[in-house]
């Protein structure tokens, strides 16, 4: 018996749908790293705008061609909490920060390609906050340039451009992923669930023997393993891991690579580090980040665990 032809219709139609969908999904869909031969070979494709993080008078002497410049501490991205005074914290009002992201000309069909000095894994650290910022807004199409400046110009032919990129303001609305941002009380919450811990700053904060100026107490939350954000990148500078390398310093560190986990450090900037590698290059993607770290920690009086006591 034949089909009939509404049904064939209609199964036509589904199957048109898909593949639509299939197609707009993976429009959207940026990898977290690109190299430097991903940007020479898309320099002049539109649809993407890189964002420079270099001091003002750097990028106006020279910068990946049509890329525009952003201050990442007072640019908005972060801010210190009015209510508390807890500081480097995101934003509260997000509709500003969209605002902010528009200036750029970047709208949400726009792939943001960020680039960092690249001089440590500290520095890529401004990139890793910004992109996870830019997937808690709910842009998926945000990538992050391996190794930043330092890999771009480290080959003379690379192509410079100097003085301010010229930007057309877009419309950038935000569609919030609540459940990316945790709290004081959701870390309490994980850790009495069983998440693993994860500090992401140098052992010695983790073990209590220096601190962050603004931390009250020296140590670290009770149980967490300690996975410096240095050990993610090639001898601590802007170049990530490969995948099995990550893996093998995360059994070093006893971290696990899957289930829920919890990164830190004092105010989100390397636990951004960490939740970056976990989450975008690992693929754990049960992994949080924990924006108040221990400044919020410490100054709201929580218990610290001292590895070290100096006398």
Not at 51 to 78: C, E
Not at 152 to 168: H, I, R, S, V
Not at 219 to 232: H, Q
Request: glycine residues 10%; proline residues 5%.
């Amino acid at each position: 018996m034949k089909t009939p032809l509404a049904t064939r219709w209609t199964s036509w139609l589904g199957m048109v749908f898909l593949l639509l969908l299939a197609v707009a999904r993976s429009a959207v869909a940026a990898e977290p790293l690109v190299d430097v031969d991903w940007v020479k070979a898309n320099l002049d494709k539109p649809g993407i705008v890189f964002v420079d993080f270099q001091a003002p008078a750097d990028y106006l002497r020279g910068h990946i061609p049509g890329a525009v410049n952003s201050n990442y501490g007072k640019d908005g991205w972060r801010e210190d909490r009015a209510s508390d005074k807890v500081p480097d914290m995101l934003p509260v009002n997000l509709d500003a920060l969209g605002a902010m992201i528009g200036k750029l000309g970047i709208d949400n069909n726009t792939h943001v390609v960020l680039v960092n000095n690249g001089t440590s894994s500290s520095d890529m650290g401004a990139g890793t906050r910004v992109y996870w910022t830019f997937k808690v807004l709910g842009h998926d199409n945000v990538s992050l340039l391996n190794g930043g400046m330092v890999a771009w110009t480290k080959d003379p032919k690379n192509p410079l451009q100097t003085g301010a990129a010229k930007t057309t303001p877009k419309t950038f609305k935000i569609a919030v992923r609540k459940d990316m941002i945790i709290t004081m009380d959701d870390v309490k919450k994980e850790k009495a669930a069983g998440a693993v811990l994860v500090d992401n700053r140098p052992e010695d904060q983790y073990v209590g023997i220096n601190r962050h100026g603004k931390a009250t107490q020296s140590g670290t939350i009770e149980g967490a393993k300690n996975l410096p954000n240095a050990w993610t990148t090639v001898n601590g500078g802007g170049m990530f891991r490969s995948k099995d390398q990550l893996e093998q310093l995360y059994k070093v560190a006893g971290v696990p690579t899957s289930g829920e986990q919890v990164n830190f450090c004092n105010t989100g900037h390397w636990a951004s580090i960490g939740w970056f590698v976990s989450s975008e290059l690992v693929g754990n993607k049960k992994a949080k980040l924990y924006d108040g770290s221990m400044v919020e920690w410490t100054m709201k009086g929580n218990p610290v665990e001292q590895k070290v006591s100096l006398k």
